[in-house]
């Protein structure tokens, strides 16, 4: 089982750069960020060229205001929403990056789909163009009050609607369990428009060893489903990363050995 070290929770208060090599050293196959807009893309790039990690994708930016958390489902701030994308498709092709999250943001404007539906179809654009993938990813609304995008079956519509190939979705098992649970079944259900899988105890969000969900068993229940990419750490650690990394190795044990599904 492959895990991927999301350094926007992990490994902080360090250089990106840094933060690569302490989760390389740490033991994951991969790493994701959220918004590394303001780090050296040289120091990047020569960080995951020495540990060999690849970054599975990073998130566009959240906006310039203390309240935005994504610009792209806002009507009257296109231009803005595109600008992040194509600052972030920038970014992620410099450093290789596979993947960007495009952040819809909080609104209940009855425009907001029309106009996520245009934004994500630019940036749909951009991926073909650099072979990249688009992600959205479905919140729960206890954390993201507001938030355009919550529940997955409204990120399976986004994605039925615009019926593009580079379009997938971001299953945070977090988020998920949160609103509507059923993981397993709802995996199964999205698979084929599941670009990426992310995990974190609920509903702490701190380490995937406490909490309502048996990640031991879930993943690899995911894994037997057909997803074959890394698992995204995105938690919140209660001390220090490397402090709290048990889990990591119970994890990869023999399933068989613990019953696992």
């Not at 899988?197 to 509903?203: D, R, T």
């Amino acid at each position: 089982m492959r895990f991927s070290a999301n350094l926007g929770f992990l490994f902080t208060g360090m250089p990106l750069a840094e933060a690569i090599r302490r989760a390389k050293a740490a033991g994951f196959d991969a790493v994701e960020c959220h918004w590394p807009y303001d780090e050296d893309r040289d120091a990047v790039q020569a960080a995951l060229r020495e540990t060999g990690l690849p970054m599975l994708g990073l998130n566009t930016r959240k906006g310039p205001g203390p309240q935005d958390f994504g610009l792209s489902a806002l009507p009257g701030r296109e231009d803005e929403a595109r600008a992040a994308i194509d600052e972030a498709f920038d970014y992620g092709a410099a450093i290789g990056a596979g993947a960007v999250h495009v952040m819809a943001g909080r609104t209940s404007d009855p425009m907001a789909e029309k106009v996520f539906d245009a934004n994500l179809a630019y940036a749909c654009d951009r991926a073909r163009e650099a072979g990249m993938t688009v992600l959205i990813e479905p919140l729960n609304p206890r954390d993201a009050p507001g938030y355009f995008l919550i529940g997955l079956e409204k990120a399976a519509a986004t994605i039925e609607r615009l019926g593009r190939p580079e379009l997938k979705i971001m299953f945070d098992c977090y988020h998920l369990q949160i609103t509507g649970g059923d993981l397993i079944e709802r995996f199964a259900a999205h698979r084929g428009t599941i670009g990426h899988v992310q995990f974190a105890a609920v509903p702490s969000r701190a380490e995937p060893d406490e909490g309502e969900v048996a990640y031991d068993r879930l993943l690899p229940a995911l894994e037997a489903i057909g997803y074959d990419a890394p698992f995204g750490a995105e938690y919140k650690p209660r001390g220090a990363t490397e402090a709290g990394l048990d889990w990591m190795a119970h994890f990869r044990e023999d399933k068989t050995s613990r019953g696992a599904v």
